[in-house]
């Protein structure tokens, strides 16, 4: 399994592109899983729905599946974060790729998704992670580099990369230990 992660500043598009690319991928009949982090309190299920009423309820786990989807939600006793090496072991093995959303301080390999717009700085600068920077303004990029700069408005061309890259994305968890 590859994996990448994708990084940036709130509005930069990071959702956007891996939506994008997700698409794309997939039209290459290439599996793809998604690893998002999410801000305190986020939920999936809604108040009145039976899994929401286990949760509820205290039950620690509820695991609710149908012949279309699975989905597993777990509430920890206490807070606790999770690594996001810890979040791909959750994954199903036969994947081709995971899109890593936010993690923008993990030790993964990262494209970074900027905008000069966002008024926000470049993590490229001292993130030794970032491989590639993904944007709509390069002629706008703080400081000048020789990472790939390339289109964040055309996933095509971005997936085009991704998948040229060959090994550099294969992910090994002995490597994370």
Not at 99 to 120: I, N, Y
């Amino acid at each position: 399994m590859n994996v990448v992660g994708f990084a940036g500043f709130s509005g930069a598009g990071k959702t956007t592109l891996v939506e994008c690319l997700i698409t794309v991928l997939r039209k290459k009949n290439l599996r793809v899983s998604v690893v998002k982090h999410a801000r305190d309190g986020f939920d999936i299920d809604r108040a009145g729905k039976d899994t929401y009423r286990h949760r509820e309820a205290g039950a620690f786990e509820v695991v609710v599946a149908s012949n279309k989807r699975l989905a597993l939600m777990r509430e920890f006793e206490r807070e606790a974060e999770l690594s996001v090496h810890m979040l791909i072991a959750e994954l199903y093995s036969g994947v081709d790729w995971v899109l890593v959303e936010g993690f923008r301080d993990s030790d993964l390999q990262k494209v970074e998704v900027w905008r000069a717009q966002t008024g926000k700085s470049a993590r490229y600068v001292f993130d030794d992670f970032v491989v590639a920077i993904a944007t709509d303004s390069p002629q706008q990029l703080p400081v000048a580099t020789g990472l790939p700069v390339l289109d964040l408005n055309d996933p095509e061309s971005l997936a085009e990369w991704l998948l040229s890259q060959g090994e550099r994305f294969a992910y090994n968890p002995e490597n994370y230990a």
